[in-house]
């Protein structure tokens, strides 16, 4: 089956920095890429997606590009600020049509 | 409703007890997930209904879990005989498409299960 391996576990960046998180993904198959945000002691909400017919993707502060070929995707965060701070969680879709996700990457933006 | 609810927010039960976790989706949603989130971790997969038909349930650890959907609306994750490394948070996400363009998840604030 799908396996996403997602980094760093933690990441801390001061406030008006870019942060940057890197997933890779094993299956080849998988078109479909969400990012989603949970904060503590809440529901992950989805805040950006792409698919595999595309290279990048952005909306305001936020980006996500994708490379089939090396199966990897990176979420994109320029200046960051503490309502930032949070876990983000990649995943992947594939045939299956349940997402496998990746292990979540705490944020901390440091004012 | 407005989102997608989960009841009991949370539930201690102790080592043996049967529990049963309910997901109203948001109405009209086809697909409905379950995922198991461990402390510090990922949602990990459960299992898939598309409508009432439960189309995939590779997810689920062991043939302690169960879940059922028999009206195509309201879900319930029944773990019996429940054991300390069912200790998670049991995420319920739903959406309007099904198949290869599920899309969007949306998720319910989750419950909290703690096996003493």
């Known amino acids: 089956g799908e396996n996403v391996e997602q980094h760093p576990s933690t990441l801390s960046v001061q406030e008006g920095d870019s942060a940057v998180i890197k997933c890779t993904y094993s299956?080849?198959?998988?078109?479909?890429f969400p990012w989603y945000k949970q904060e503590l002691g809440k529901r992950p909400q989805l805040i950006i997606d792409?698919?595999?017919?595309?290279g990048e993707k952005k909306d305001q502060r936020i980006a996500v590009t994708l490379n089939k070929t090396a199966k990897h995707f990176s979420l994109h965060i320029t200046e960051t600020q503490p309502e930032d701070s949070a876990v983000y969680f990649c995943a992947a879709l594939t045939g299956r049509r349940a997402l496998t996700f990746g292990s979540g990457t705490r944020l901390q933006v440091q004012p | 409703g407005a989102g997608v609810s989960q009841s009991p927010r949370y539930k201690v039960a102790k080592r043996g007890q049967d529990v049963a976790l309910r997901c109203d989706p948001i109405s009209g949603h086809v697909s409905l997930f379950w995922y198991q989130q461990a402390l510090g971790q990922g949602p990990e997969f459960l299992t898939y209904f598309q409508n009432e038909a439960q189309l995939d349930k590779s997810g689920l650890p062991s043939d302690r879990f169960f879940a059922e959907r028999p009206e195509g609306s309201v879900s319930t994750l029944k773990i019996q005989r429940t054991q300390q490394e069912d200790s998670a948070v049991y995420l319920c996400a739903s959406s309007p498409y099904s198949g290869a363009n599920t899309g969007e998840l949306f998720f319910g604030e989750g419950s909290r299960l703690t096996v003493l």
């Open positions: 792409i698919r595999s017919n595309v």
């Open positions: 299956d080849s198959a998988s078109n479909y």
